[in-house]
């Protein structure tokens, strides 16, 4: 009998030393004895389909980071239907005969995120959306899926801002509501969840622009930033009293569809796992 061929799986951005799935990843490989490897793997703009088109010689599959989780789909063999309406792909496994079907776990891991707030969350509530990248483009799927009635988005980049709404209310057949940047904060006296999915707020990047004291009381506050733990935008947000959910929840939850699809093992996000991932974080300082 062959011996069992070892599974590897990586994640793939330019650039990518900053991304915690090698951690995640490696804590579920040991966890469960599993005989696999999980790496990062810079890949710049200019080398993203020479590395697709030459994955399933080395991998099992990726995960796609900035910036290539939009053209990513276009280099699928197959897509997952909810993918395809969101326009990006974050998630690739590597299917018989070297195909490549893409998926997207961050509309997962998002969902999963926000339920962790319990009642917080009033899931078909309006919702303000800042940014329109490839991340807004699955919370915007998350939130149509979640029964959210109203859903505003407001972007910087008016152009970018008009596109993303035509693209994604003509992909989920929702009328969404475009918001110019000068008027973001008049949409919060009206919405139930405010959610950044820009970079505003990581470490070494500017604040948010965002004064919440038009916001709702009893509000929900999400940043998918999860570096550092808490952003300026939640720290005013906890000292306004409005309940918050940070970016850490959402990289586990999205992590472990792709771990199933490439080891065969489906994981659990536990708070060993959170510790693990808090504490690597906080080496990096």
């Known amino acids: 009998m062959p011996p069992e061929k070892t599974k590897r799986a990586c994640v793939i951005g330019w650039p990518v030393k900053h991304s915690r799935s090698p951690v995640i990843h490696g804590y579920w490989l040991k966890k469960y004895g599993l005989k696999g490897s999980y790496e990062a793997v810079a890949v710049p703009p200019d080398g993203l389909e020479k590395f697709l088109r030459g994955l399933p010689r080395d991998y ?107 693209e994604l209310s003509a992909a989920f057949g929702v009328s969404l509501h475009l918001v110019g940047w000068h008027d973001r904060e008049d949409a919060l006296a009206t919405v139930d969840l405010v959610v950044n999915t820009t970079s505003q707020g990581m470490e070494g990047a500017p604040a948010l622009e965002l004064d919440l004291r038009k916001l709702k009381d009893g509000a929900l506050v ?26 850490l929840g959402m990289l586990l939850h999205q992590a472990a569809p792709g771990f199933e699809a490439w080891f065969g093992v489906k994981p ?18």
């Open 60 to 166: 099992a599959g990726c995960n796609i980071t900035l910036p290539h989780k939009e053209e990513a789909l276009g280099l699928m063999d197959e897509v997952d239907p909810l993918a395809r309406k969101a326009g990006a792909v974050n998630t690739v496994a590597v299917r018989p005969g070297g195909k490549l079907y893409g998926f997207n776990t961050d509309i997962h891991g998002f969902t999963r995120n926000l339920e962790s707030a319990g009642k917080a969350w009033q899931k078909k509530k309006p919702a303000l959306v800042v940014g329109a990248g490839g991340a807004s483009r699955a919370v915007v799927a998350a939130l149509v899926g979640a029964g959210c009635a109203t859903i505003y988005i407001t972007n910087r980049t008016p152009e970018r801002l008009r596109l993303l709404g035509e």
């Open 222 to 247: 999400a940043d998918l930033i999860y570096t550092p733990l808490e952003t300026p935008l939640l720290r005013e947000a906890v000292r306004r009293h409005h309940p918050t959910v940070g970016g």
């Open 268 to 285: 659990e996000v536990d708070e060993e796992l959170r510790k693990v991932v808090e504490d690597d974080l906080a080496k990096a300082k």
